[in-house]
């Protein structure tokens, strides 16, 4: 069974970088997916998809996030780490990362995905 648990700081001072790591577990992340996807769950609010890689490497990424997310995927380590620039603590949220075998672009909705991580609780506050 293929497992994705998400590390990351926990708690995050505003205007610093967040970076969150999920490694594969039980499985190849070149092999088993084709398109690799992050998505945050604030408190209290519904799943809001965040960006997707692709296998080749072409990148995807919410508008809402104005160019402060980067996405990249380390076969040699099989993970994925997402990069979130300048947080507020309007980013607090739970973190997710999740694989699919078909680009599933603004999805945030896991039963549509193939494989998704336990996700990471992040809290941005000084």
């Known amino acids: 069974q293929v497992q994705l648990p998400e590390s990351g700081p926990g708690l995050v001072k505003p205007s610093q970088t967040l970076s969150l790591i999920c490694t594969v577990s039980g499985g190849s992340i070149t092999t088993n997916y084709h398109y690799w996807s992050w998505i945050l769950q604030p408190p209290g609010q519904g799943l809001e998809w965040l960006g997707t890689i692709a296998t080749c490497g072409s990148t995807y990424y919410s508008p809402s996030l104005k160019g402060r997310t980067s996405i990249s995927r380390d076969a040699s380590k099989n993970r994925s780490t997402r990069q979130l620039n300048s947080v507020t603590p309007k980013d607090t949220a739970v973190y997710y990362c999740?694989?699919?075998?078909?680009?599933?672009?603004?999805?945030?909705?896991?039963?549509?995905?193939?494989?998704w991580g336990q996700g990471a609780q992040v809290t941005v506050s000084s």
């Open positions: 999740a694989g699919s075998t078909g680009l599933l672009l603004g999805v945030a909705e896991a039963g549509l995905y193939d494989d």
